[in-house]
């Protein structure tokens, strides 16, 4: 049988930190920290529950940051 794949590393990063940045500052910061996806969504915006490694999440409103989360 073969063995699961690893998963890669995720940047050693605090999602918390990017709240209250500004929209494209915040993206701009997350890919340069490695991330491989940055998803900005509008409060309310109806989301898939599958854990993606390498994506950080933005919720946006007024085009600041007040919500992040992995996955």
Do not use: H, K
């Amino acid at each position: 049988m073969a063995s699961l794949p690893t998963p890669p590393a995720q940047p050693d990063d605090a999602p918390e930190s990017y709240v209250g940045l500004g929209a494209d500052t915040a993206e701009q910061l997350a890919r340069t920290r490695g991330w491989d996806t940055v998803r900005a969504v509008a409060p309310g915006t109806f989301l898939t529950m599958e854990f993606r490694s390498g994506r950080i999440n933005f919720q946006v409103e007024d085009a600041t940051v007040t919500r992040c989360w992995v996955g």
